[in-house]
């Protein structure tokens, strides 16, 4: 139980991290407008986007096992755990094949609101509340993005916003992995 925890937070810790990677928009050149263009435009540019991308791409699909071993034995745990290597396969495949989609980014928000909707049905009610205010973050900015799109203004910032809601929902989900005890009927 414990070398499933810690390899859940590290693998968590690496994927929020890599996964954040397009922050370095704002310390190298790329053209991409943080305002007007979609942040999947950084991937068409310097290669340290893609291969962040991939690498928490890795390691989110690689944290669902070890965290499917520390949730409790019901089908709403397992969700939440195969959802988050779900997300990782998703983001290895945009990393993989960059062009912007929003069929890609529905799928990652589908995975991410099911997995969400998961923890709500199986957290304690402290981090029950995070979870749920996380829902209502995950759908104000997937909304944000889809009127961004229609309007074709200000694209570029809902998309970063939704990348941060993403990255601290996950960082969210791997602190309470790794700082909550495992239930008396979990897999030993």
Do not use: C
């Not at 928009?25 to 999947?40: H, I, N, W």
């Not at 709403?76 to 998703?90: E, K, M």
Request: net charge positive.
């Amino acid at each position: 139980m414990r070398t499933a925890r810690i390899a859940s937070a590290l693998l968590m810790g690496v994927a929020v991290l890599a996964y954040s990677g397009w922050l370095l928009e704002f310390f190298l050149p790329t053209g991409v407008s943080p305002v007007r263009d979609p942040a999947e435009a950084l991937l068409a540019g310097p290669p340290v986007f893609r291969i962040l991308l991939a690498v928490s791409g890795v390691a989110f699909l690689l944290a669902g096992p070890p965290l499917h071993r520390l949730g409790p034995v019901q089908w709403s745990a397992r969700l939440s755990s195969i959802s988050v290597s779900a997300f990782g396969a998703i983001v290895l495949f945009q990393a993989a094949y960059p062009e912007q989609s929003d069929v890609l980014s529905s799928l990652l928000n589908i995975v991410l609101v099911a997995g969400v909707i998961s923890l709500i049905m199986w957290w304690p009610p402290g981090w029950r509340r995070l979870a749920v205010i996380g829902l209502v973050l995950v759908g104000a900015t997937w909304l944000a993005v889809v009127l961004a799109r229609q309007l074709g203004t200000f694209e570029g910032v809902f998309t970063r916003a939704q990348l941060v809601v993403r990255a601290v929902l996950y960082g969210v989900g791997g602190a309470y992995a790794f700082v909550k005890p495992a239930p008396r009927h979990a897999h030993r």
